[in-house]
């Protein structure tokens, strides 16, 4: 099994950045992919970001430019987000992906407010 840590949601102003930061412990493969999801309130779950083990990243539309993601190696995954919107107010859910296996962080609070 796969376990997952995140950290690092808060409140931030408008144009504000934050950094969160994932780390996953238990049966980690080296071939993986690791990302960040959101849900806001009343909305589905979507993709924000995700990195696999080769380097390769997939970015939603939405935060492409303000939003980067990367790895420290096969078991961290880090996010950092500047020219934060109030739109990108929701819960950040990590996620770990390798073969069959699909395992989802707890969650953290990001929220954009003035």
């Known amino acids: 099994q796969v376990q997952l840590v995140e950290s690092g949601g808060g409140l931030v102003q408008p144009g504000g950045s934050l950094r969160l930061s994932c780390a996953a412990s238990?049966?980690?493969?080296?071939?993986?992919?690791m990302g960040w999801y959101r849900q806001a309130p009343g909305k589905q779950r979507e993709l924000v970001a995700v990195?696999?083990?080769?380097?390769?990243t997939n970015y939603a539309y939405s935060v492409r430019g303000r939003f980067t993601i990367s790895r420290d190696n096969e078991k961290t995954v880090n996010l950092q987000m500047n020219s934060l919107k109030p739109e990108d107010t929701a819960v950040y859910y990590c996620?770990?992906?390798?073969?069959?296996?699909?395992?989802w962080g707890q969650g953290t609070q990001v929220t954009v407010s003035s």
């Open positions: 996620n770990y992906k390798s073969g069959g296996l699909d395992t």
């Open positions: 238990g049966s980690i493969f080296s071939l993986n992919r």
């Open positions: 990195v696999d083990n080769n380097g390769f």
